[in-house]
């Protein structure tokens, strides 16, 4: 028997998403949108999100930015309750506050592969140092993968 696949909008499906998280459960699903980019791609790669005890600069997070608007993006500025968050695909940068960050993101299936790279791991750590601290020069890297993607 074929395997169906459905999309839903993440305005429906989200919202489950963090009710398990809250029952402390893990939730692992597809990833749509180009914000994570170049690491994450849209209906390529998979996350895998947990409840959250605490969260620091650089973690990749599930946040609700706006009523209904969740973003999974990585924390760049914590000051006290205020929170700014920036995909690693934007430029630009979104605000929250710590009660509106829903999960945290432990690992990634990335490539099709069938084991994950964990976001406490060696690699991820590596790559998300060095392209974080190449935000001065991100707009034309963004730029030229776009291009080389097509």
């Known amino acids: 028997m074929p395997i169906q696949s459905k999309q839903f909008n993440n305005a429906q499906l989200i919202p489950h998403f963090v009710e398990l998280l809250n029952q402390g459960h893990t939730v692992t699903f597809k990833l749509r949108g180009f914000s994570m980019r170049p690491f994450l791609e ?85 790559y998300s140092a060095i392209w974080t601290r190449l935000l001065p020069i991100r707009r034309y890297l963004l730029f030229i993968y776009r291009k080389v993607k097509k």
């Open 42 to 126: 849209d209906g390529r790669d998979c996350a895998i999100l947990s409840k959250h005890t605490t969260v620091h600069r650089g973690d990749a997070v599930l946040a609700e930015i706006s009523p209904g608007r969740y973003v999974l993006h990585r924390i760049v500025n914590i000051d006290g309750d205020k929170v700014t968050l920036r995909g690693d695909g934007n430029l630009n940068t979104e605000q929250c506050s710590l009660a509106d960050i829903r999960g945290i993101a432990t690992a990634f299936y990335r490539k099709g592969r069938s084991t994950p790279d964990y976001t406490s791991g060696r690699k991820w750590r590596i």
